[in-house]
Nanobody, 116 residues
Framework: QVQLVESGGGLVQPGASLTLSCAAS????????KRWYRQAPGKEREFVAI????????NYADSVKGRFTISSDSAKNTVYLQMNSLKPEDTAVYHC?????????WGQGTQVTVSS
């Protein structure tokens, strides 16, 4: 059974950094495009970052460009989201997503709260 398990969220002050991890099991990691999404209270889920399956090309939402970095480690079946210079508006539940032409998997999410 495929599982995506996120970790690394928490409560931090503005300007701090966090690294989120998403560990995948029971899937062929290299077959999937990996994305991070987030959902703030009362708002729709929004795209944050993407990394492609082979070339490792990345792209980001404008709101996080220059502050967040997505990466993946195929040896660990894990995708990361390095978040720097965090702002209160980054507060949300962050979900990882792995998608191929035939499957679409989501993690349960990890809470990130940025507050002074």
């Amino acid at each position: 059974q495929v599982q995506l398990v996120e970790s690394g969220g928490g409560l931090v002050q503005p300007g701090a950094s966090l690294t989120l991890s998403c560990a995948a099991s029971a899937l062929t990691f290299s077959n999937y495009v990996k994305r991070w999404y987030r959902q703030a209270p009362g708002k729709e889920r929004e795209f944050v970052a993407i990394i492609t399956s082979f070339a490792g090309d990345t792209n980001y939402a404008d709101s996080v460009k220059g502050r967040f970095t997505i990466s993946s480690d195929s040896a660990k079946n894990t995708v990361y989201l390095q978040m720097n210079s965090l702002k209160p508006e980054d507060t949300a539940v962050y979900h990882c997503n792995m998608r191929s032409s035939y499957a679409d998997y989501w993690g349960q999410g990890t809470q990130v709260t940025v507050s002074s």
